[in-house]
């Protein structure tokens, strides 16, 4: 091999090295219809929540970062109000997950008392992904609003990033409806 063969093969091999890596680094979108991978995150109080307590109950996860946590604001107040107007069996079958992207973040005591400090505000815990394994096991879109729903049988139901439009409130408020009310307990109306 002459010395310009061995340049040309050795930036080829570089370039296949850096292609191969990248699929590793990238987050790929998680489709629906998969069963969940599994999740590990931790809120403000270092309260651990993972995908095996989540088990027989419907998810809704908000998958965010500090900047984006505006951009569902309309969906986030219309699933509120389904979810107060739910049966007290219903509501303890649909958990509300917010979950912030925490990787790489310095003063980790702040960012916790933050995590905190929104959680009394927005009433229920709000969760961080510390070591980014979320991220990548869902598929998450940086610097996005993600939107996941993990059903009762552990199969993602729903899988969105970015806004999501109104027409789709009722699509995903009958999803939570038909995952918190099993079919042999719903009133057919033929």
Partial sequence: MDMNSKKIFSRL????????LADFVCAQEFPAGNPAPYFKVLSGDNEELTLDDIKGKAAVI???????????????DELN??????????KKSILRIPVINCKGVFFTDIWKANLRQSSRKEGFTI???WDGKMFLAYGIKDNDSNLIIIGKDGIVKYSFSGRVGE???SRIKDLLTAEANPPE????LL
């Avoid at 307990?185 to 057919?188: N, Q, W």
């Fill in 185 to 188: 307990f719903r009133i057919s």
């Fill in 81 to 90: 109000k389904f979810y107060d107007a739910q049966t007290e069996k219903v």
């Fill in 167 to 169: 027409k789709e409130f």
């Fill in 13 to 20: 091999l570089i370039l296949a090295a850096v292609l191969f």
């Fill in 62 to 76: 908000f998958y965010e970062t500090k900047d984006t946590v505006e951009k569902n604001r309309q969906l986030k």
């Fill in 127 to 129: 969760y961080g992904d």
